[in-house]
């Protein structure tokens, strides 16, 4: 238990309107360990967001924690106030985000910005945090860091922006890093040179990484184990290897049999990509009984009746599905 | 008009009055109060008295220079006090939302339905005359639309990564409110406030018109012109120059206002 650097347990988010509440994310469950690269995937709008907002105590009106706990190195989140959360987040539990060009402020230099970290958390002068804001350049391969830090964002490429929000999301050593799809808008030549940059650093510091994605190749790449989430569940959670060699929900094989293979086209001539029929139910009907069985091809009336929950699986790992492979 | 004109013809018309204010007693020929001379009164225009003199003999030209201490120092004061209080409103009430926004945007409405110079002078009538009760009337109830303004801006800005980001690492809501958003919607603000200051000084001369401003015998434009209606069939120079010299600043803080916004603004028809 010690180990464990995020223990999340049966979380649920719910929209409230009113006196509607509508849940969002229900029964997600996952621990991540120290050093450990975890991958949550899905695709738009089924709660991975949600999932980091709630982690970093985000979570905006009419969103909000509904039920379970979130433990960050043993010790339960719901009950901080704001006060402790705030010094929490950029300390113990930091995020990078998918747009670098807008996720830092225009008018301050990066030098400031990265500089203020170690004011705010570390309590340093504006003149030492000034120094460290020199090295946490460094440390993201910054070439000439005493210069590029009286640089303003506009001034930089993305690649750049996107190395100064690892540097600003490093700057304190968190024990947790969210990166919510931190590859999405850069080139792809650049996205590889970003990942291994923050797993480097990471495996150095020893900080657990919690990557958000919906790029498979990505997560297969750089995961040890992995959550598929489905319109607000987590359907399969497993070892990267396994989830992608043999997926065992009718969903998860969905996803993997979509992905386009080079050369594949040429082996086995003119054939239609795979597709998963059907689209995702609206947040406000969610089916009653699974969730994906509108859309799966072995669903049964079983499915349909009731929710279905979490079943462990011989190899390790565990699936939300009566009739996984 | 080419780019840059209004900037450049608005600052400079600012920076006379400014001049003519700070260096008042070198460049005023006579003293604006006890000059008061029955000998010389009503002279037009001439040598002697460059702008003429008023019913009590007092040079006019000395006295717009001196009035033009009390019009800028209130423009001023009177514009930092609204902007100030209405800044710290529309962008609390913008990042915060929920109850504290419906009270801020009720409070804006009130301000708004209710002439600015009705207000004030309600305020004047409690208070009293005098510069002080002056700078609390006007300073406290034109802030309606840099209150507007900001909270707008913040409504468009709150959902920008960099305020998401500062939350992320742990900044509290004072910090994001004044140090990442309000940079970043000051070029606005700076516009509104810049106009404001015309207006404010149009609300003084108001006041002042109509006895419940400055004190006389001090100088105040709005002072002068009131005490000049009386003669305006006889000596209208005593009504024309100091209502000039408003008009002068007025347009002076609009142009300025209007450069700064072509200036500050990104994508208005000054950068094309």
């Known amino acids: ?325 | 008009m080419k780019a840059g004109a209004n900037l450049y013809v608005g600052g400079g018309i600012i920076l006379l009055i400014f001049l003519l204010a700070v260096f008042a007693p070198l460049i005023a020929p006579y003293d604006p109060v006890t000059s008061a001379n029955l000998m010389y009164a009503e002279e037009p225009p001439g040598a002697q008295f460059w702008l003429g003199t008023d019913e009590q003999g007092r040079d006019i030209f000395s006295r717009i220079a001196y009035g033009a201490r009390i019009s800028l120092f209130i423009g001023l004061a009177v514009q930092v006090m609204n902007t100030a209080i209405g800044v710290s409103l529309g962008l609390s009430a913008g990042y915060i939302g929920g109850w504290w926004d419906e009270i801020v945007q009720g409070l804006t409405n009130l301000m708004l339905s209710i002439p600015t110079i009705v207000f004030a002078l309600a305020l004047m009538a409690i208070l009293g005359p005098g510069l002080p009760s002056l700078l609390i009337a006007l300073g406290m109830t034109d802030w309606a639309y840099s209150c507007r303004i900001s909270r707008a801006q913040v409504l468009t800005q709150k959902s920008l990564n960099y305020v998401q980001s500062a939350r992320t690492m742990g900044f509290g809501p004072l910090h994001v409110m004044f140090r990442e958003l309000l940079p970043n919607i000051s070029g606005p603000l700076i516009v509104v406030a810049t106009m404001g200051v015309g207006s404010a000084i149009m609300a003084e001369a108001s006041l002042s018109f109509l006895g419940l401003g400055v004190v006389p015998p001090n100088p105040s434009w709005g002072g002068m012109l009131s005490s000049a209606r009386e003669q305006l069939m006889v000596a209208p120079w005593v009504a024309v120059f100091p209502g000039l010299a408003l008009f002068a600043a007025v347009l002076g803080f609009n142009l300025l206002g209007d450069g700064l916004r072509d200036l500050l603004d990104p994508h208005g028809k000054g950068r094309k």
């Open chain 1, 1 to 325: 238990m010690t180990k464990a650097v995020l223990d999340v347990r049966n979380l649920a988010i719910s929209l409230s309107d009113g006196a509607v509440r509508v849940p969002a994310v229900e029964g997600v469950d996952f621990t991540i360990n120290r050093g450990e690269v975890f991958g949550l995937v899905g695709e738009s709008g089924c709660g991975k967001s949600l999932c980091a907002l709630a982690l970093a105590g985000l979570l905006k009106a009419p969103m909000a924690v509904s039920g379970g706990q979130i433990l960050l190195e043993g010790r339960d989140l719901a009950p901080l106030p704001p006060r402790e959360m705030r010094r929490l987040r950029g300390d113990k539990v930091s995020m990078i985000f998918q747009e670098p060009m807008t996720a830092l402020n225009p008018l301050m230099t990066v030098g400031d910005q990265i500089g203020e970290m170690f004011v705010l958390h570390r309590g340093l002068t504006p003149r030492a945090a000034r120094l460290k804001a020199i090295e946490a350049l460094e440390q993201v391969q910054v070439s000439s860091p005493e210069r590029r830090i009286n640089a303003y964002p506009h001034q930089l490429s993305g690649g750049m922006r996107q190395r100064v929000m690892i540097a600003i999301a490093l700057a304190c050593d968190p024990a947790l890093l969210i990166a919510d799809e931190p590859t999405t808008a850069l080139d792809v030549t650049i996205q590889a040179e970003i990942v291994e940059l923050v797993l480097e650093l990471c495996r150095a510091k020893g900080t657990a990484v919690m990557m958000i994605s919906h790029d498979l190749g990505l997560v297969a790449r750089v995961c040890n184990r992995v959550a598929v989430m489905y319109a607000g569940q987590i359907v399969e959670q497993r070892s990267a290897e396994e989830i992608f060699t043999a997926p065992a929900h009718p969903y998860t094989r969905g996803l993997i049999n979509a992905l386009p293979r080079l050369g594949r086209r040429l082996e086995r001539g003119q054939e239609r990509l795979t597709e998963i029929g059907g689209v995702v139910p609206a947040i406000r009907d969610f089916p009653q009984g699974c969730r994906f069985a509108p859309r799966c091809t072995r669903a049964t009336a079983e499915c349909r009746a009731a929710p279905v929950a979490m079943t462990d699986l011989n190899e390790g790992g565990r699936v939300r599905c009566l009739h996984h492979v």
